[in-house]
């Protein structure tokens, strides 16, 4: 994954999700060469420069509502035009957003 810079309000906002979700057994750990949420060793979401990546799965509700959100889009760790289908990364304006969405990361990764 190509290394982007995150902001320090960006990291502040991911520190958060995941304070918010450690009582859910939610852990710190890296995937895709970034900073990660991850669930039963498995990834869930990431912090990409000032964005935020969620699986959400292609066919929920929550993906189809992430792709609304400005700015968001299919989650192309390889930034080589070849797109994770159930990964919708979600801009830093969108910050508001990310506890809900990583709850429904969760939710999906884990059930």
Known sequence: MKKNESSAAAVDAFEGVAADLA???????????????????KAMACLNGDAMAFKLGRD??????????????????????????????????????????AEAALAFTAG
């Open 23 to 41: 009582g859910a057994g939610v852990a710190l750990g890296q995937t895709f060469g970034a900073r990660a949420l991850m669930v039963n060793k």
């Open 60 to 101: 929920s509700p929550y993906h189809t509502g992430a792709l609304e959100l400005p700015g968001a889009r299919l989650f192309d760790p390889s930034g080589m035009g070849r797109p994770f289908k159930d990964w919708v990364e979600v801009p830093a304006a969108s910050a508001g957003a990310w506890p809900s969405l």
